[in-house]
């Protein structure tokens, strides 16, 4: 225990001496926290100010002046709601004079085969985003009206046939992320209205994935260095291999967790904190369970991922190799970080395969914590992805400790896939 | 010249004749379909084409039976559109969701007229093209007096292109086509590229220096020749990748074009966005090569140079990580520096043209930018090599590679 606890110590220490680490760990995150604040005090003064804008602007404060060309003949009627911010041209040019000029923010162009395709094209000026949506609704609103005769009773009932469209079920757990309708007050999908709410579990995704590949990266870069200099070599002969590769595994492993830990509080705080700078949702708060959940799987993720990374990194012979060999090691890292960052952007993170990907422990501390960030997951689901985890890791560490053998070590034999399974089974 | 082609040779084969070349050439394509196909699939499963039943407590739905023109509108939307049927109870609508006869039942009560309120149940969470449908089917249903073309483009709405100004750039609603993803791809491979080769050129000069062979090598040959043979060897490996990786992309693409993908089919995108990108590409590229082989020939080992050489990689990438933001501001203070400066430029000037049309001026004055830039980290490369080999044996700060001013006067 005390030689674990020496090979800990010396990792902790060279990775602290490293300004790279001081840097990212420390210094990044509680600049993030700063900048946040100081966004949120200078918004909190001007705040009143625009209070009383807001107060004196129309019915539409965010509407702009918008142009019409209809080479269709079919826009009769503009309605009444929308006569202040619609204006009709009779060529392009014009319309394109005033964009210039900037009287109108953008205009239509509807085809003369309109009814027959339903398509317009909206023009902005060149400066303006094209994967913004603008205000196109108010021209299909328009349209609509035309095309009911400018029937304004008639208007509102197909332009929202749903105003509410309330979900139930019989499941006996709750498959979807549990939230009926539009909500903020936590991560996920469920948060339509707000872009950082909605894609947080995307970002928790990255930030794992991130730390995961760093940390087991420079566990690779350790051993590797140490049985280049033939270091490994002289502490094998006073140290067991189990006992070399759990004290770097701590070593770099707290580490990490510090970085990770440092980060996820530097997010709780400006999330929770600054919700107003980064423009939260005032009932927005980011779950602690979250937080807990997340430092169990990174240390049942790290350690997984820690031990198959020293394991190739004792089988290198060349640092050439290296490249290659972290893309076959970390696949299943960035299978599972592929799956985690689309799934929430598409609100499918409950389907089938992501919840196979959440219990596999290759990718469970990715996926789970993606699953988790975007919704409810069922408690036996995070039982049976932990303790899969956590078994996966230590027979790993088991195995991984057995190449740490002179005949492996000083074998000079090119780094294969093959030699690694073969190893790694004993054989 | 013809010493520094011999070193050139040497590289390139010295690379290119290896199994580990070939995963390095495939990985790039090959992450790149994994990607599309887990898009794709993830997609796949947000449809579902089960039955779906409706209990219409207020009287809304008079037309049951969809034309033809309806259901192929669907068809081409949906791939596989679902059928509604009608249940005349509630009761009767559970029973046919609990025996799986249909994925969910929209409920629409005695009051919708006055609330528009809908209820859907389900035991499974359905499909998204359920709900879309189920709305067009109760706009039909609306607007049933009028004309059939009118409640048609009722019911199937107004598609938005948006067009740029000049009228060479067009989206369409349903999101950016392939074509107007091409010159991302293109800024994409070009970050690849560096990502790959930066392994390659750091190695090509720290190796020899390590084993010692470049002190033999410089007495029957110039820096130049040496450097040079060597840039020119890592060109001719990052080309080969280059052509691979186009190869294998554009088989990709005509399978898929063929196998009916829609997404594949209009492959028409903006030539201009194409040149200005690899006008910024090539000389950012050389940028960071001629910097890879100035680290690569000061690190005192090969692993010291790599860890150097992602801090670039790094600065590459911020742009991507900056995409939301530049989806919303796209000629931000923020986006119009990163595309001026070296590193971040080939992504900024990539992301931006994807979300907007980047100005001609500043178009240019990166690609001028990145030239300078370029010219500047040959000659530091050349400077570092000589300085390096006049150290002899002594370990070098990096603060003092990069005093310019004391390699300038050697």
Known sequence: MKKIFLVMRREIVNTFHSRLYVFFAFILPVLVVLIVGAVKLIQSRSTSAIENENAVSSTYPQLNYEGIIDQSGFVQFIPEEFQNYLRLYSDEDHAKKDLQSGRISAYYIIPADYLDMGEIYYVYPNEKSFMIDGQSWVMSKTLMFNLLDADLTLLDMPWNPIRYLEKRTFSPQPLTNGFQGEDCSRPGASCVSNDLVRYMPSIMVALFFVTFMTSSNKLFDNVHTEKENRTIEVV????????????????????????????????????????????????????????????????????????????????????????????IILAPLFLGYIFGLIAPLSDTSNSPILIFLSIFPFTSPLVMIMRMTDGIVPLWQLISSVVLLFLTAYITLNTVASMFHAQNLLSGQPFSLKRYVRVMLGR | MNKLWRVAVFDYKRNVYKKSFIFTLLSVPLILAFCIGVGLFIESGMHNSNLVGYVDKAGVIKKSVLSPEIRNTW??????????????????????????????????????????????????????????????????????????????????????????????????????????????????????????????????????????????????????????????GIVLISLTMLITWSIVVFIGIFSASRMGISWFKDLSMDFRIVISTLAIALPAYVLVTALMVAIGSAAPSEKEGQSFATIFIIFHIVPLYLGIYFMKTPHSPVAIILSMMPFTGLMAIGVRNFFSIVPTWQVLASVASQIIWALVSIRFAIWAFRFVNLRFGQRLKWVELFTLGRIGSL
């Open chain 1, 236 to 327: 094998l002969l006073s140290i067991s291999p189990k006992q070399l590769l759990a004290g770097k595994i701590l070593g770099l492993g707290l580490t990490g967790f510090l970085q990770t830990a440092v980060w996820l509080g530097s997010f709780f705080i400006s999330f929770n904190l600054g919700g107003m700078a980064l423009n939260l949702p005032h009932n927005f708060e980011f779950p602690i369970h979250i937080l807990i959940w997340g430092l169990i799987y990174f240390v049942g993720g790290f350690s997984l991922y820690a031990n198959l990374m020293a394991g190739s990194g004792a089988l290198v012979q060349k640092m050439k190799e290296a490249g290659i060999v972290n893309y």
């Open chain 2, 75 to 232: 068809l081409t939307e949906f791939n596989k559109p679902v059928e509604f049927i009608a249940y005349p109870s509630e009761e009767q609508a559970q029973t046919a969701l609990k025996e799986k006869i249909i994925q969910a039942y929209y409920l629409i009560p005695t009051d919708y007229f006055l609330t528009r309120h809908v209820i859907q149940v389900y035991l499974e969470k359905p499909g998204n093209n359920s709900d879309y449908q189920f709305f067009d089917f109760l706009q039909l249903n609306l607007v049933e007096d009028k004309p059939q073309e009118i409640a048609f483009r009722v019911a199937f709405g107004t598609k938005t292109i948006v067009r740029s100004l000049d009228a060479k750039r067009f989206v369409p609603e349903s999101g950016p086509t392939f074509g107007s993803l091409m010159p991302l791809f293109i800024n994409l491979s070009f970050l690849g590229l560096i990502m790959a080769s930066s392994g390659y050129t750091i190695s090509a000069m720290a190796e020899e220096k390590e084993n010692r062979t470049q002190e033999i090598l410089i007495t029957s040959i110039s820096n130049l020749e040496l450097i040079g043979g060597k840039i020119l």
